[in-house]
């Protein structure tokens, strides 16, 4: 697709970018917004402007939003509740003698 | 479901005060509501960075200076944000620009006032972003998940805006005799206008009814005005500057201060376009938007010659 001649209006969107950030080295990265840009150089660019204004960011993945597959709370019946019932996949569903230390 | 289940299953969520999600069913109202409300408070950040850049060449120290350019890109930054969760809803930010350019769009009316001063900086972050942080806060609590999460991003930046404004105010208030008139000179023009932020009476307010019954505002206009009120006037006296208003009285009984009436007729004056700034207000706007073209231009054209030269 020539999309660069249909587009190189300066009015494009561009594609959307999903934007995940890492506190302190360690941490997990977690979701902070989303933005457009061109390109992924940009996009994270772009990022560190707008989602590490503060500091305290150790690291940032930027990701098309088109390549996000999310479940839908539709299906969260469907999709989690079955895990509701398995008291028994945690440790507190199991008894222990009384006295017995370190378990 | 039929409409009628999935209308019930909705409300039901939001009075167990579940998080509503992008991809989750709602009513078209609720979206075009939210919609209407998330873009013009996008608009409001990337306009309200105007009166304040104004100042910015003209800062009386370096201090300053660094410190209103932090505050303006921030507030850049909240437009995207804002821009962002209305698009998590089906808007086009496209389109959601076209309308501001165009005038079509509301944003809040305080930005269509002046800064006259170098004191204005200074009022605008005391009384402006001390505003917009007791509306944000209820907001963070919004049922919609990207709106509340936009709101709580934004409200940990205000703090530094509404601390950085009062120190201006209380080194202007401590200053010499022409500095103090010149910071009471800002206060009184910008002390109306501010509680014009909260917009109009309940009684007046078409959508507030709906709006809380959402659970996007959990509390109502006068409220949140009321409550501005109280915070603001000890911090007035406490670096004594008074506030133009006569009927300011504190009362015991209900540990409020009752205040006088807005002026509604220069409320829906301004918000309807014919306030002191609002054509310079949308000139710069789109301005700001012609003159950055080549460069979203330049951008698209390197990422193209990225992909050519990665396809090749
Ligand atoms: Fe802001
Ligand atoms: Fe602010």
Known sequence: ??????????????????????????????????????????????????????????????????DIIASSSAENGLMFEPMDSKVYRHAQFYKVPRGVKNL | MDETAQIENFERRIAAGESIEPKDWMPERFRKQLTRMISQHAHSEIVGMLPEGA???????????????????DEG??????????????????????????????YSSIFNYPTLSWADIGVIGWFVDGAAIVNQTMLAKASYGPYSRA????????????????????????????????????VNRWWWPSLMMFGPHDADSPNSAELKRWGIKRRSNDELRQRFVDMTVPQAQAVNLTLPDPELRYNAATDQWHFGEINWEEFHRVINGDGPCNKERLQARRDAHENGRWVREAAEAYAAKQQRMQAA
Request: one cysteine or more.
């Open chain 2, 151 to 186: 709101m709580i991003r934004i409200c940990k930046e205000e703090n530094f805006h509404k601390k950085q404004g009062f120190e201006i105010v209380a080194t202007l208030a401590a200053g010499t005799p022409a500095q103090h008139a010149m910071v009471q000179d800002a």
């Open chain 1, 1 to 66: 697709m020539s999309k660069t001649e249909a587009t190189l209006n300066g009015d494009s969107q561009w594609p959307l970018w999903e934007v995940f950030v890492q506190g302190p080295e360690g941490e997990p990265h977690s979701h902070a917004g989303s933005l457009h840009a061109p390109d992924a150089a940009l996009a994270l660019q772009n990022a560190r402007d707008v989602y590490s204004r503060r500091g305290g960011v150790s690291s940032i993945w930027v990701v098309p939003a088109k």
């Open chain 2, 77 to 106: 930054g909240h437009g995207l944000y804002l821009y962002c969760a209305a698009e998590t809803l089906g808007a086009d930010r496209s389109e959601l620009i076209d309308q501001l350019l165009a005038g079509k769009a509301k």
């Open chain 2, 55 to 73: 100042w910015i060449t003209r800062a009386p120290t370096l201090r300053r200076k660094i410190t209103l350019l932090a505050k303006v890109q």
